[in-house]
């Protein structure tokens, strides 16, 4: 098993281009994350889904948009990037039955000039 | 409004030393708390988790102390290893909304052979 995987690992926009995170996860986890960490932070929770058609905003989501393509595919789009989106950006995944436990892909490193 | 906190941002301690980090959390409806570790350049990986209704809970090397009453938790790693090295943290989630973990902003340990 790949667990969580995570394209691209690094990324540079300029202001105002969009882009694409992709995550996937190979588990059959129901439920799926994306956080945000910066420097010195705690990771921020920007969107999350319990299920497969099923979204819900985080504690940061203005900015972002998600997309729960199937089960294994969940993905982050900025649809005008700001430099206050350079951030380091996890996916994750859990299986409810393992109740707590959430597994993180490797990270998306973004910079937005 | 709700939170998870460090109280120390750096720790160093010696190798074979014990390691206590400690987390404080504002929310006396938060069901489970968490600990994830993170090595430098990964994704967080899931320590220990503990309940509400726990007070103590032990893994393999460490242990985590729950202190309702100061709403305090603190993860205890024995005979700490340069393998410990790395950035720890504390989240917490309910069952009311549990697919939504909160993190704390992490303990930085640093383990001097």
């Known amino acids: 098993n790949a667990g969580v995987t995570q394209t691209p690992k690094f990324q540079v926009l300029k202001t105002g281009q969009s882009m694409t995170l992709q995550c996937a996860q190979d588990m059959n986890h129901n439920s799926m994350y994306w956080y945000r960490q910066d420097p010195g932070m705690g990771l921020r929770l920007i969107y999350y889904?319990?299920?497969?058609?099923?979204?819900d905003k985080g504690e940061v989501p203005n900015g972002y948009n998600v997309s729960r393509l199937n089960k294994r595919e969940f993905s982050l789009r900025l649809e005008s990037a700001a430099p206050s989106q350079t951030s380091v950006y996890f996916c994750?995944?859990?299986?409810?039955?393992?109740?707590?436990?959430?597994?993180f892909g490797p990270g998306t490193r973004l910079t937005v000039l | 409004g709700e939170s998870v906190g460090l109280h120390l941002p750096t720790l160093s301690v010696q190798e074979g030393d014990n390691s206590i980090i400690n987390c404080a959390y504002s929310n006396s409806a938060s069901d489970y708390f968490i600990w994830y570790k993170q090595e430098s350049g990964k994704g967080p990986q899931f320590i220990i988790d503990?309940?509400?209704?726990?007070d103590k809970r032990q893994g393999q090397r460490v242990t985590v102390l729950l202190n309702k009453t100061v709403k305090h938790l603190s993860l205890q790693i024995a005979a700490t290893q340069p393998g410990d090295s790395a950035v720890y943290f504390c989240?917490?989630?309910?069952?009311?909304?549990?697919?939504?973990?909160?993190f704390g902003p992490g303990t930085s340990l640093s383990v001097i052979p």
């Open positions: 989240a917490e989630g309910r069952k009311t909304s549990y697919d939504k973990v909160i």
């Open positions: 503990i309940r509400s209704n726990m």
């Open positions: 889904s319990a299920s497969e058609g099923t979204t």
């Open positions: 994750a995944s859990r299986d409810r039955a393992a109740y707590n436990e959430q597994f």
